[in-house]
């Protein structure tokens, strides 16, 4: 039987994905991901989310969050139904993805760092993990999680992208850095760098299908949970460890790094 496997980050309410979504659980199974946590960032995600984690129970786990992209369209409403979600839904694993994206300001930068702050705030009385979106946005990122008094919770900067160095500072404040097929392209040395210098009880994986497909099947689409394997391989010989060893490290810390406690 394939060692097990958490793929910490997926979006199978994607079209592509949901629509078939037996033969992407049941393909992940096969290729040993006996987890996947499903992550619903929009307030259209909501439902079908809810659903996958009903059809699939014990395999796909939840965790909700207003993504920035979403900060000029989200109501009041909205932010108030994953709210509650947070305080009454006993089986979420985490909030978010949250955060900040100027790369592509969908929405006004100001206006993302108010929603994300709102969201921070108002999880703050749980204690439920937040996965944070950060592109082109470290210094505000980090600047509003301490403002918030996030140093040394339950963060984790999923999709890492950033540089050695502040993966470096990331960890010194508490928090944690997830990794995608991104580390197997070939331009990818700092993040390489990174995943090599990531302490081995801090280590997580992730596809955030169905973007990012690794390396050798990257023109391969949609990504899908079963592909996480090739990142864990790439990391694993990166390493210099068995496979087999790097999955159950993995696997641990993000069993460790969902639960509430």
């Known amino acids: 039987m394939p060692t097990a496997l958490i793929d910490t980050h997926a979006h199978l309410t994607s079209r592509d994905l949901f629509d078939r979504r037996a033969q992407v659980v049941a393909d992940a199974r096969a290729a040993g991901v006996t987890r996947i946590i499903e992550v619903a960032c929009t307030p259209a995600d909501l439902e079908p989310a809810l659903q996958l984690r009903r059809e699939y129970p014990g395999q796909i786990a939840l ?16 932010i108030e139904r994953f709210v509650r979600l947070w305080r009454e839904d006993a089986d979420l694993v985490a909030v978010g993805e949250i955060g900040l994206d100027y790369h592509y300001d969908f929405a006004p930068r100001d206006l993302q760092r108010t929603i994300f702050r709102k969201q921070l705030d108002a999880a703050s ?26 140093v040394n919770r339950k963060v984790v900067f999923h999709c890492y992208g950033g540089t050695p160095d ?12 997830s990794f ?25 994986f992730e ?11 990257r023109r391969v689409r949609p990504n899908e949970p079963q592909y996480i394997t090739h990142t864990v391989r790439l990391a694993a010989n990166l390493r210099g460890v068995a496979f087999e060893e790097l999955a159950r490290q993995s696997t641990a810390n993000a069993a460790r790094f969902f639960s509430p406690a």
């Open 63 to 78: 965790a909700v969050g207003i993504h920035p992209h979403e900060a000029g369209r989200v109501t009041a409403g909205d």
């Open 207 to 217: 596809t955030d299908c169905p973007y990012m497909t690794p390396e050798p099947i």
């Open 180 to 204: 995608t097929g991104v580390i197997t392209f070939k331009n990818a040395d700092a993040l390489r760098r990174t995943c090599l210098e990531t302490p081995p009880d801090m280590i997580m």
């Open 166 to 177: 502040q993966a470096a500072e990331i960890r010194a404040l508490g928090w944690w850095t």
């Open 125 to 150: 009385s749980t204690p439920l993990p937040i996965v944070i979106h950060s592109r082109e946005a470290y210094d505000d990122t980090v600047a509003v999680l301490k403002d918030a008094g996030y």
